[in-house]
């Protein structure tokens, strides 16, 4: 496919152990797509692909048509990312630490201060823009990360299991924010192990011991199955 993301036979090993056997998928623009699988399953080290943290032996890996291989910088410029562990300067603003990430990507010094605005917009973030990063919360944090990821317009937005260590509401939130940005174009993996985050209409993904055991949309997948049975009957038998 030409836009959004698209995996093509990719695999890894840590040495002796294989993390990932011949995954692919394609996420088209507009998709929410939740990447579900337990600890261990391999949604790391799939991260860590998409984002060049590690390089695969084999596959291919297109983000808004750019091969990450052939042309990485651009690849990834078209790439926005959350990852699981939070990377903001808590002594900072919150747009203090978003003008350093406008820097870091090299953006127009007179666009970054209508950026910003624009990214905090949309995640209803405008009025905490001068409010110190260490004194938000968990779940404003994380809109915060989010905006800071919409910056430089990515048309391909990774979120790794973004909602860790948020309570019921603030996960609620974050999850109706990211489909929100999904039903306005952006192609969206979502990495998780929590199945209450995947909707019916969502693409699904289900990954266990490297590979994908399941693809299409969730409502069709787990039928009349509360998603919760399905999963845990699908790993359990996979184990």
Known sequence: MADGLSVTGLSFNYG????????SMD????????LLGPN???KSTL????????????????????????SPRKALGKLGVVFQQPTVDLSLSVRQNLSYFAALHGLARTEVPGRIDKALDRLEMRERADEKAGALNGGHRRRMELARALLHDPEVLLLDEPTVGLDAAARAAITEHVHHLADQG????????????????????????GEILATGPCGEIRGDTPLKDWFLSQTEKAA
Do not use: M
């Open 186 to 209: 952006l192609c969206v993996l979502w990495t998780t192990h929590l199945t209450d985050e995947v909707r019916d209409n969502d693409q699904l993904l289900v990954l266990h011991q």
């Open 16 to 23: 002796a152990k294989l993390a990932l056997n011949n995954v």
């Open 40 to 42: 261990g399953a391999g």
């Open 27 to 34: 996420i088209a623009p507009g998709k929410f797509c939740a």
């Open 47 to 70: 991260v860590a692909l998409l984002t060049r943290l590690l390089v695969p032996p084999k596959g291919e890996i297109s983000i808004a048509g750019e091969d990450l291989c052939i």
